[in-house]
């Protein structure tokens, strides 16, 4: 399964941005989409995380982005989502989407990165 990001753009502080994350498939099932930033000389590092368990899904925010970005998916559309609010210039770099998921019931589950998507955030 390929995994296509897109939404990135140059936006002023105090902005908003949607990020989408699409597969090129269905997924079997899902264990874990998340969204991670990556800016010149640093590691990947992990924004937000929604993880599926038996009793529901939960999320996992950097602390530089609670309360203003929000994760989700649409099972139906295959496609993940991160919302970003309240832009800061600290929040560019380029984002990756991340899947940890069996694309079928045979396959188990693995890992899958997006292309990565510039989120460019001016004062």
């Known amino acids: 399964v390929q995994l296509q990001a897109s939404g990135g753009g140059s936006v002023q502080a105090g902005g908003s941005l949607r990020l989408s994350c699409a597969a090129s498939r269905s997924i079997f099932s899902i264990n874990a989409t998340g969204w991670y930033r990556q800016v010149p000389g640093k590691q990947r590092e992990s924004v937000a995380v929604?993880?599926?368990?038996?009793?529901?899904?939960?999320?996992v925010y950097a602390d530089s982005v609670k309360d203003r970005f929000i994760i989700s998916r649409d099972n139906a559309k295959n496609t993940g989502y991160l919302q970003m609010n309240s832009l800061k210039p600290e929040d560019t770099g380029v984002y990756y989407c991340?899947?940890?998921?069996?694309?079928?019931?045979?396959?188990?589950?693995?890992?899958?990165w997006g292309q990565g998507t510039q989120v460019t955030v001016s004062s």
């Open positions: 991340n899947w940890h998921a069996w694309v079928t019931e045979l396959t188990g589950p693995e890992n899958y």
């Open positions: 929604l993880i599926e368990t038996t009793t529901g899904d939960t999320t």
